[in-house]
């Protein structure tokens, strides 16, 4: 297995070469494996595959496919194909082609040279669809959509035979050979499976295989006119593709008969094993391509990488690492029941991952300017910081210190409450690195009211921590000495969606109303210590006391400094785990 290939640079520490979990909990799918393992079926092969429509960029759900597909291949020494489901002509497009196969080597993931098409099959597939016709098993049916719907009845009452479904072989192969050569209209008939009318299962009631489509197909361009329907060419292309587990989500499931059915009636030499796993849902979050569609066409939020949308490039960018989105995917496993996972989860991951590679640094996101008066004007001193305290493998830097710094806004109140144990007038606190400074004098705008500056003094014994008279304080800031401090712009987000569990909506209502309205929020004047003045796009950082944040890899240059928050630091899973896990 290739070892991931996740952004590299010198301010971020590298654990990329934490190789994939050989050794984790077993799920279902496993003791399916196992089981087969042992009667020796397939001869001991494992072969998956991850098969996305390329319809638009892949989503955090399919990155738990992702990883159990390619992640049971390499547990069990097997192969994992990745191939594009591209049997619909209109949607497809290669800019998600590029974007899929860029996001899976971010995950980490390989498939070598098993890159396919579902329309590199088209010759094959259409070969197969003979089969079934003169194998009496497919007809031409002139039925149009509103007589098909009619003739296929409902889930209590059976559908009816088609005028057409008694068609010679020869007639329906003369048929299907005009089809392929354009003589038709679109909509004007297509190939059915002969199977049965009165199934319990509606897929059983003769499904439509090929369909007549006008449109221009991005790899075979105007070749066909006729495209093979997903659930015929997806089982095939199985079979083709010797994969010994055809892993999809439960809604599948009960298609799985129709898979089997043409498996069994074709002279193939593999017929895969299905297996049905739960897809994952998380709160707050739309796992659609289409509805993510929506929002970027829509203009809801700023294209497929924005950093709210929870798309693999938008994680990406948010500056969530491949290793967090594998640790979360491995965590929450495989079931067979539906059920929605707090995103508290994910961002647990985040945490835990950005926790041992980001270097931890000062940033003052809404300053408020202090002046210490007892410090000399033109002096600058410098103090040494850890990288990262819980790691000294990660060096050290130099903070200068100076006269006029800044520290957070909110880290001052003039009436403080009774828990409040950072800065007041009279009050004193610790700045981190540095020293003790008490809060002497407020200065207002006269006019407004507004706290301008704060004048301090600082206690030049305290420097590093301690004082002479042994006296504590409670609180510890951050800060930024002015004079030396870099400016930057921050974003901040927030949940895309004000809904917790949107799929509980009522069909047909808009998701676009639970868009939440404060899920980006721009700071403009923030200011970073000055060893982030090289960060390179897509360091990332913890800014202590605010969170993980990294710079933004497409907006942000040297002469604008860009970062977008990954995440703040308050773990809520750690409350949320109390009441029991979600899956
Ligand atoms: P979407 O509705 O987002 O387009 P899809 O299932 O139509 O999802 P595909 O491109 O067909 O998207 O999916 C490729 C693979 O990823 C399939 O095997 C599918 O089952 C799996 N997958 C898609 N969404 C999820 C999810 N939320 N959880 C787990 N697996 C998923
Ligand atoms: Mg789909």
């Known amino acids: 297995m290739k070892k991931p290939n996740d952004n590299k640079n010198n301010n971020e520490k590298s654990i990329d070469n934490v190789d994939f979990n050989l050794e984790s909990p077993s799920n279902f799918i496993q003791e399916i494996i196992n089981k087969g393992l042992k009667e020796n079926k397939n001869n001991g092969r494992i072969h998956t595959r991850f098969p996305p429509e390329p319809n638009g960029y892949l989503h955090i759900g399919h990155a738990k496919s992702i990883c159990l597909n390619f992640g049971l291949a390499a547990r069990n020494n097997g192969l994992c194909n990745l191939r594009f489901d591209d049997t619909n002509p209109c949607q497809e497009e ?3 082609v590029a974007s899929i196969q860029n996001d899976v080597k971010w995950l980490g993931f390989d498939w070598g040279k098993r890159l396919f098409f579902a329309s590199d099959y088209f010759d094959k597939l259409y070969q197969y669809a003979a089969e079934l016709i003169k194998k009496g098993k497919a007809y031409i049916c002139d039925l149009n959509a509103g007589e098909v719907r009619q003739y296929r009845g409902t ?10 479904r008694e068609r010679s072989i020869e007639e329906n192969m003369n048929l299907f050979e005009r089809m392929r050569k354009g003589e038709f209209e679109e909509g004007k008939c297509v190939l059915r499976a002969k199977i049965d009318m009165t199934s319990p299962n509606m897929n059983m009631r003769d499904p439509a295989i090929y369909r007549i489509r006008g449109e221009t197909h991005h790899r075979t361009g105007d070749k066909w006119c006729i495209y093979p329907m997903y659930d015929f060419a997806h089982c095939i292309c199985d079979s083709i593709e010797e994969i010994t587990h055809s892993i999809c989500t439960l809604e599948f499931e009960n298609h799985r008969p129709l898979y089997d059915w043409f498996l069994d009636q074709l002279d193939v030499k593999c017929h895969p094993q299905q297996i049905e796993f739960a897809r994952l849902n998380l709160t707050y979050t739309i796992m659609s391509k289409r509805k993510l569609q929506d929002l970027v066409e829509g203009g809801c939020v700023n294209g497929w990488d ?24 491995e965590r929450i ?26 270097q931890r640094v000062m940033a003052v996101l809404r300053p408020l300017k202090v002046i210490i008066d007892n410090y000399p004007e033109t002096k600058v001193e410098e ?3 850890d990288n990262n305290p819980e790691d000294s493998s990660m060096g050290a830097r130099k903070i200068p210190f100076s006269r006029v710094i800044y520290i957070e806004q909110e880290d001052f109140q003039e009436n403080p409450s009774k828990k409040f144990f950072r800065l007041a007038p009279g009050k004193e606190i610790r700045l981190k690195h540095a020293y003790y400074i008490k809060c002497e004098r407020v200065v207002k705008d006269e006019k407004t009211g507004e706290i301008i500056e704060l004048h301090c003094t ?7 921590g301690g004082t002479k008279d042994g006296r504590k304080v409670k609180g510890t800031l951050h800060w930024v000495s002015v004079s030396q401090a870099l400016g930057a712009e921050i974003r901040l987000y927030d949940h895309l969606l004000t809904k917790a569990n949107p799929s509980e909506e009522k069909e047909g209502s808009d998701f676009k109303n639970y868009l939440n309205p404060n899920s980006l929020q721009i700071l403009a004047n923030c200011q970073l210590e ?8 897509g360091t990332r950082y913890q800014f202590l006391r605010q969170g993980y944040f990294c710079v933004d890899s497409v ?29």
């Open 155 to 164: 889930l209590t009452q059976a559908g009816k035979n088609s005028p057409y």
């Open 555 to 583: 907006d942000s240059s040297a002469k604008k400094l860009i970062f977008n928050r990954t995440v703040s630091l308050r773990d809520t899973w750690a409350k949320i785990e109390k009441k029991g896990i979600n899956r």
């Open 458 to 464: 600082y206690d030049p014994e305290s420097r590093g």
């Open 306 to 329: 924005d950093p709210r949308m929870p798309t693999l490039a938008g994680l990406r960018r948010r500056g969530v690492s491949p290793q967090a989105i594998r640790n979360f995917c």
């Open 333 to 358: 496993g495989v079931a067979k029941m539906n059920s929605v996972v707090d995103v508290a989860l994910l961002e647990h991951f985040i945490r835990e991952d950005l926790n041992k590679r980001a």
């Open 94 to 96: 290669s800019e998600y």
């Open 530 to 537: 000055p060893s982030l003045a090289n960060a390179a796009p």
């Open 383 to 385: 103090f040494d910081a």
